[in-house]
């Protein structure tokens, strides 16, 4: 069950890696921004909620497998922060691009200059900024937490080191 937990993490970070940083980068080179943007935000979509149903199931193997509360700490981090990108900054994002307003674009304004408030550009340069700190980070802990995995097991003996126990 371990390596399979490992394979699903493993299917995640690779897609996140494509995504991201190879195919969001030649969509922007090859086409114009909104075209390209709309074909991103679709593949980041199947990404995130893949990432979400990926690492509940890493989960719920961690819960079952592991004695040490430490693995499934980090992979509740890691669903919070895929939930968060995927829940709430997603949709504002889409919001400000359609011209519409969202509740949460509050906060924006608490970072943003007040004389760029209601900038609709800024805004999205915002969360857009905020969601892609979220998805680096879950692409850094994703793979920190996938070398844990295929390194120690999730806490089982059999395939532990002595020193790790």
Known sequence: MNRFAALIAGSWLGMQ???GYV???ILFKSLDRVPAGDIAGKLFTVVGYYGLAAWFLVYAVAR????????QRWIALQIVLLGINQLAVT???ETVKQGQHHPLLAISNLFISPSNQAD???EFAFWHGLSSLIYMATSV???LLLSVFLRLGFGDKKTRSPEAI
């Open 17 to 19: 890696i494509m995504a």
């Open 23 to 25: 195919a969001a980068p």
């Open 64 to 71: 079952i497998q592991s004695r040490s509360k430490k693995p």
């Open 91 to 93: 949709p504002v994002i």
């Open 120 to 122: 609709a550009l800024t």
């Open 141 to 143: 802990l994703g793979l």
